[in-house]
């Protein structure tokens, strides 16, 4: 069992950063980021595997960039140049998978989400 835990979220303006970060429990494989914005579905924002390959959905590529710490068992995700689309509650989630990681059933474990507002 593993358990995940969110910080780093808060109210910005559009234009600036955060960073989100993840602390687990134990050792992951695969991590992703998911964000679920009021009256939407859960959706796939970044991931990445236990070697260091990452993914990112097209909404956030070149803007988002999703980092690893084994030592520390943390993943972060640096969030620039933010949005208001981007507001949502961002979820971290670990799984044993190196395929699919845009699946959200592709996790097994999932942190209970930190707020991200990005107002105009």
């Known amino acids: 069992q593993v358990q995940l835990v969110e910080s780093g979220g808060g109210l910005v303006q559009a234009g600036d950063s955060l960073r989100l970060s993840c602390a687990a429990s134990g050792r992951t494989l695969s991590v992703g980021w998911f964000r679920q914005a009021p009256g939407m579905e859960r959706e796939f924002v970044a991931a990445i595997t236990g070697s260091g390959d990452n993914t990112y959905a097209d909404a956030v590529k070149g803007r988002f960039t999703i980092s690893r710490d084994n030592a520390m068992n943390m993943v972060y995700l640096q969030m620039n140049s933010l949005k208001p689309e981007d507001t949502a509650v961002y979820y971290c989630?670990?799984?044993?998978?190196?395929?699919?990681?845009?699946?959200?059933?592709?996790?097994?474990?999932w942190g209970q989400g930190t707020q991200v507002t990005v107002s105009s």
């Open positions: 989630a670990a799984g044993s998978t190196y395929s699919d990681l845009r699946r959200a059933s592709r996790y097994n474990y």
